[in-house]
C-alpha cells in the first residue's frame, strides 16, 4: 500500500527547516520497519506577507510502502512531530493512501500556490476524502500547507525531490542508466525534454535534485561544453529552483 506522508510549518526562523525534518522523519520510519521510503519531495507553496510562514513556505513530501497499520504510522509520525517540531511552530501532518486522493486534494495543492487558504476549509477536503490532517503545535496552521504537499505529489508534477537512495551522497561520473538504476530515478532529459542516451556519460555534482515531471522523478542535465571526460551535467541549482518554485 502506497503513502504519502505530508508535513508543513515545523520550523521556526532559527531552527533547521521542514525538509530536514521530512529527512529524519524518513529515516526512523524506515529504521523501524514502518516504511520503504521510496522519495522526498519539496512543495513551494504561495509567497505572501499576508501568510506567517518562515523563510520559503515549503512543505514536504515522502513517499512511500505501507509495512505497518496506519494507524501506527500515524501515531509515530504524531509523536515526532510534537517531539521534534521547533518551537512557536504550526506543524501539520497529512497521511493518505494514494488511492484515496482525489481530485478536490489535487486542486487544493494548486490553489495553495496561488491563493490565501484558510483551514476550516482543509479540514473538510480531508474528511471528505477519509484521509488524516492534523495540526500537532502552535496555531496548526501547517494543515494548509501538509495537504497542499500530498495533492501536489499524488498529481506528480510539481517539486523537487530532497531524498532518493544516494542523492545526497553519490558525486562523480555515470552512465546515465547507471544514475537511474542507483538513485532510482525515472528520466533523464536536457532542458528541451530530449531524452539522453543511456550510455552517456554524467557528471552528478553534489547539489542535484531531480523534480517530478509528468509523474515520473526527472533529473535534468544540461550539455558540458568544457572538456571530453563527460557529456552532461546535472543542471544548475538556479535552473533547478526556477521551474521548482
Known amino acids: ?5 505530508s508535513i508543513d510549518d515545523t520550523d521556526n526562523k ?12 524518513g529515516a526512523l520510519l524506515e529504521k523501524r520497519g514502518f516504511i520503504s521510503l521510496m522519495s522526498i519531495s519539496r512543495h513551494q ?4 506577507r499576508r501568510i506567517p510562514y518562515t523563510s520559503h513556505n515549503s512543505s514536504a513530501s515522502l513517499f512511500c510502502e505501507a509495512h505497518k497499520e496506519v494507524s501506527d504510522i500515524i501515531a509515530f509520525c504524531r509523536r515526532f512531530l510534537k517531539r521534534e517540531s521547533a518551537f512557536f511552530s504550526d506543524a501539520g501532518l497529512c497521511v493518505a493512501r494514494l488511492d484515496d486522493l482525489n481530485d478536490d486534494i489535487i486542486n487544493w495543492g494548486h490553489r495553495a500556490k496561488k491563493e490565501i487558504l484558510f483551514m476550516p476549509e482543509a479540514k ?3 474528511k471528505s476524502a477519509n484521509i488524516f490532517l492534523e495540526g500537532l503545535t502552535g496555531k496548526k496552521i501547517g494543515i494548509i500547507g501538509a495537504l497542499a504537499a500530498t495533492g501536489l505529489r499524488a498529481e506528480g508534477n510539481d517539486g523537487r525531490l530532497l531524498w532518493l537512495p544516494q542523492l545526497r ?8 542508466n547507471e544514475l537511474q538504476q542507483i538513485i532510482k530515478i525515472e528520466n533523464i532529459t536536457e ?4 531524452a539522453v542516451p543511456p550510455e552517456s556519460l554524467i557528471l552528478k555534482g553534489e547539489w542535484c535534485r531531480p523534480v517530478h515531471i509528468n509523474g ?3 533529473l535534468i542535465v544540461e550539455k558540458n561544453l568544457n572538456t571530453n571526460d563527460y557529456e552532461y551535467h546535472s543542471a ?3 535552473y533547478i529552483k526556477s521551474i521548482s518554485q
Do not use: P, Q
Not at 527547516?17 to 529524519?24: F, I, L
Not at 551522497?169 to 546515465?176: D, E, P, R, Y
Not at 532542458?191 to 530530449?194: A, D, L, P, Q, S
Open 1 to 5: 500500500m502506497k503513502l504519502i506522508i
Open 14 to 25: 532559527y531552527s533547521k527547516g521542514t525538509g530536514h525534518r521530512a529527512r529524519k522523519l
Open 45 to 48: 507553496l504561495l509567497f505572501d
Open 124 to 126: 473538510e477536503i480531508a
Open 169 to 176: 551522497t553519490l558525486s562523480g561520473v555515470f552512465k546515465a
Open 191 to 194: 532542458k528541451n525534454t530530449v
Open 216 to 218: 515520473k522523478i526527472t
Open 236 to 238: 544548475s541549482k538556479e
